[in-house]
């Protein structure tokens, strides 16, 4: 892919941290957002280890007035990313009466007002350019809802939303737009969001298997490398949406008996 300039957010650990590194070792320069300065200085060190340069800043991305002046610096002292990876995500799978008013808020703030806000800076300089790449990355509760989650679900929806009507505005002005779906994930989110893992329904790992941050890091790189708009990992999640659309109800029943088997895995 060459020497680009890749901006990644949630960079300090997980799929934003082995997405950092899978760039760096192409070269790239890779800007760093995340809001624990330490934890990005070792992924810093994995990209330059990795081959490719890093820059790391330090940012709230709940705060807007922060992201904001961060993506001035960045514009000003690096130049407009080309390639633009919204991957910081938060948010606990909660029932109803377990989400607090400050929670639900909280998730809207991060991944999609996060992305919104930064993808707004930078998309004026790609569209002049004429050229740019934007990934977001989400989670099959973008298009599948189950109990015990509404909460998150809303947030993950509003973030896919917004790309696919990104995806149909910016084509004719040469960026192009990937949603990355991917289902459980081997990182710490599930440890910065107790409570979620026993609110994920229970397929079982034959079924659907679980990923490893570098294998979704890898899909993240070769789907931006082809300008692919939709990227499914595992590929069984394609069956279900597609199963979703047309037996709606058939898959809701399906999903409440998985998500039971979570709740009482867990109890």
Do not use: C
Not at 103 to 129: C, D, K, Q
């Amino acid at each position: 892919m060459g020497a680009k300039l890749v901006l990644v957010t949630g960079a300090s650990s997980g799929i934003g941290a082995a997405t950092a590194t899978r760039f760096g070792r192409e070269g790239a320069h890779v800007v760093l957002l995340a809001r624990d300065a330490e934890r990005l200085e070792r992924t810093a060190q994995a990209v330059q280890q990795a081959g490719g340069a890093a820059s790391s800043f330090a940012v709230d991305l709940q705060n807007t007035p922060e992201t904001l002046r961060i993506a001035a610096r960045v514009s000003n002292e690096l130049g407009t990313p080309d390639i633009l990876v919204n991957n910081a995500g938060a948010g606990r799978w909660l029932p109803l009466v377990e989400t607090s008013p400050e929670e639900a808020t909280s998730m809207i703030g991060v991944p999609y007002l996060a992305a919104f806000t930064l993808t707004r800076t930078f998309a004026p300089a790609m569209i002049e350019r004429g050229s740019g790449s934007i990934a977001f990355v989400t989670s099959p509760a973008s298009y599948l809802a189950w109990p015990n989650a509404g909460a998150y679900i809303a947030a993950r929806r509003a973030l896919a939303g917004f790309a696919e009507g990104l995806q149909t505005e910016l084509k004719p002005k040469g960026i192009s737009v990937s949603i990355m779906v991917f289902g459980v994930v081997e990182t710490p989110y599930f440890d910065n969001n107790p409570g979620s893992l026993e609110n994920i329904p229970k397929f079982g790992q034959r079924f659907i298997p679980v990923l490893s941050a570098d294998e979704a890091a890898d899909a993240i790189f070769e789907g931006i490398a082809k300008k692919k708009r939709f990227v499914v990992k595992p590929e069984i999640y394609r069956a279900l949406f597609v199963m979703n659309a047309l037996f709606p109800k058939t898959v809701a029943s399906q999903l409440r008996r998985a998500a039971k088997k979570a709740r009482a895995a867990g109890a």
